[in-house]
């Protein structure tokens, strides 16, 4: 993932693409494990345990990410099976830009994924033939798909197409306006604000208290989105 594509790096590409996914969902449950991050063989590393979506940790561990130069992909394939809690859908999204490269066996890493019943969605980011047939096999052994991507656009188009696969649920946006009235003998004011959650799922809000002086009354606002 170092390598460039285009003007920037792929690893780039990947990062963006995925926070952006990521702060588009909702409603479900997601983990991350990075592999390639060393210059050796090292393991994958679980960065984020299968949770409640938690974006702004999902968007500080994909920011960390750097390629090492190795792609132990079957480790992590294999070490991924125990990262699911009991009882849900168990799929992984896959994104390499290269072949094993640590001498695992891809084959035993699909079998035993297909044993677990975990569905691979691989993607090939701008990667060679030999890489692009490891991952169709890991997708095709475990009823899942394997999709091309070569820049950008189609990174993100993949990304979404994958999520609506897994009916993973849009973030859901509310707008709504919050009204601040004050009354007096001799004033009255009252001005409204424009309010916009992006994510209703994740949202939670704490009405303002206003201690501004005995003699204004106050008034606590409605909220409807």
């Known amino acids: 993932m170092a390598e460039a594509n285009g003007?920037?790096?792929?690893?780039?590409?990947a990062k963006r693409e995925i926070i952006k996914l990521v702060n588009s969902i909702s409603g479900t449950y997601l983990g991350l494990r990075g592999f390639g991050q060393g210059k050796l063989c090292?393991?994958?590393?679980?960065?984020?345990?299968?949770?409640?979506l938690d974006i702004e940790e999902i968007t500080k561990k994909v920011s960390s990410l750097e390629p090492g130069g190795k792609t132990p992909?079957?480790?992590?394939?294999?070490?991924?099976?125990?990262?699911?809690?009991?009882?849900?859908?168990?799929?992984?999204?896959?994104?390499?830009?290269?072949k094993e490269t640590c001498d695992a066996s891809i084959d035993d890493a699909a079998a035993r994924l297909a044993d677990a019943n975990v569905?691979?969605?691989?993607?090939?980011?701008?990667?060679?033939?030999?890489?692009?047939?490891?991952?169709?096999?890991?997708?095709?052994?475990t009823g899942g798909k394997y999709f091309d991507a070569q820049d950008s656009a189609s990174l993100a188009d993949v990304l979404h197409t994958i999520s609506r696969e897994l009916d993973i649920t849009p973030s859901q946006k509310g707008r709504g306006v919050f009204t601040l009235k004050l009354d007096s003998e001799r004033f009255s004011y009252?001005?409204?604000?424009?309010?916009?959650?992006?994510?209703?799922?994740a949202a939670s809000m704490a009405l303002p208290k206003l201690e501004l002086c005995a003699a204004i009354k106050r008034h606590v606002p409605s909220f409807v989105f």
Not at 75 to 96: E, M, N, R
Not at 119 to 141: C, K, P
């Open 73 to 98: 992909l079957g480790q992590a394939l294999t070490a991924s099976i125990s990262d699911f809690p009991a009882g849900k859908k168990k799929a992984i999204i896959v994104v390499s830009d290269g």
């Open 119 to 141: 569905t691979v969605y691989a993607i090939g980011f701008a990667i060679d033939n030999d890489g692009r047939m490891e991952l169709r096999s890991v997708a095709s052994r």
């Open 42 to 52: 090292e393991p994958s590393v679980q960065l984020s345990a299968v949770q409640p």
């Open 190 to 201: 009252e001005k409204d604000f424009p309010v916009e959650v992006s994510d209703c799922a």
């Open 7 to 13: 003007s920037e790096a792929k690893i780039g590409i």
